[in-house]
């Protein structure tokens, strides 16, 4: 048995994505890769378990979490748990046999965006990698997310005078309340993106890449392969004939993707895309993409 399970998870694979960017169509892909295990979903129950890590505590303010929120006893709960959780592709569940000694582990999580340099000394050799979405897609898909009411995160956020609170809560948030629906879902984009591309600055090159999701609709194959040959992770025949058609929808889905889909938003997205340019054009250095 590994007393804090630091030698259980090599490498591990985080995914990083402002919310509703097609996290969890990546994560759902690369979780059908050979030897791969996961916790079979989203991770915001284990760390905001945590009371030092919880908004609602009132201990820290928002999600962001830094190296300075990991002591020895968080990191030994948040790997215990993780341990406890997993499963491989067939729902194999780890820890009723622990046969394995060293795994790898894909995580995601968007709210990870703003937890790097925390999730690096949880997982000291982890790999990244940055989900890029339109930027147009991106907000539409969040206002929609807001709307619809199934993605709320804080219910009852002590300061809040909005709509309840949805998806990840950035630091500097009390800032939005009066603000529209486009000014808040904008506020969240540029601080998720604008956080984790100084955050992975200080990431050695080699463990993390960036990858577009229309290029995961598009060339799904092409997309899996180089992804899994930059983290290690093994392309088998099982992968490659999911990869064969086009992707299933994820869990998540809303409503069915379409290029054009954010013209539904079209005036109240582009009142704000001016605010957003310096990190769009940051964003391109590293592989972004608009899709038209």
């Known amino acids: 048995m590994l007393a804090d399970f630091s030698e259980l998870f090599d490498r591990p694979v985080i995914i990083l994505a402002a919310p509703r960017s097609g996290s969890t169509l990546l994560f759902e892909t690369l979780s059908e890769a050979r030897d791969v295990w996961t916790i079979g979903g989203e991770s915001h129950r284990i760390i905001e378990g945590v009371q030092a890590l ?87 898909s969040m206002m929609e997310a807001w709307r619809a009411l199934r993605w709320v995160t804080y219910p009852q956020l002590r300061g809040w005078q909005g709509p309840p609170w949805s998806l990840l809560l950035p630091p500097g948030w009390q800032e939005l309340n009066g603000r529209t629906l486009e000014e808040i879902c904008a506020f969240q984009w540029h601080s998720a993106n604008r956080i984790v591309l100084e955050d992975l600055q200080k990431i050695p090159r080699q463990r993390w890449t960036t990858v577009n999701y229309q290029s995961l609709l598009d060339e799904p194959e092409a997309t899996i392969e180089r992804l899994c040959g930059f983290a290690g992770l093994a392309m088998d025949e099982r992968l490659r004939n999911r990869l064969q058609k086009p992707l299933p929808l994820s869990r998540l889905t809303h409503t069915r993707p379409a290029v054009d889909k954010w013209r539904k938003n079209k005036r109240e997205i582009e009142s704000v895309l001016n605010s957003l340019g310096d990190i769009e054009a940051r964003l391109q250095l590293i592989g972004y993409q608009r899709t038209n």
Not at 75 to 83: E, L, Q
Not at 104 to 112: G, L
């Open 54 to 140: 919880n908004p609602n505590s009132a201990l820290v303010d928002s999600n962001r979490l830094t190296e300075v929120h990991a002591s020895e006893p968080i990191i030994h709960f948040i790997r215990s748990r993780f341990a406890r959780l997993l499963r491989d592709r067939d729902g194999r569940e780890y820890f009723p046999h622990r046969t394995i000694g060293r795994l790898r582990f894909v995580e995601k999580t968007p709210k990870n965006v703003l937890r790097v340099p925390f999730m690096e000394r949880v997982f000291p050799n982890a790999f990244y990698i940055f989900l890029l979405r339109d930027v147009r897609a991106n907000l539409s």
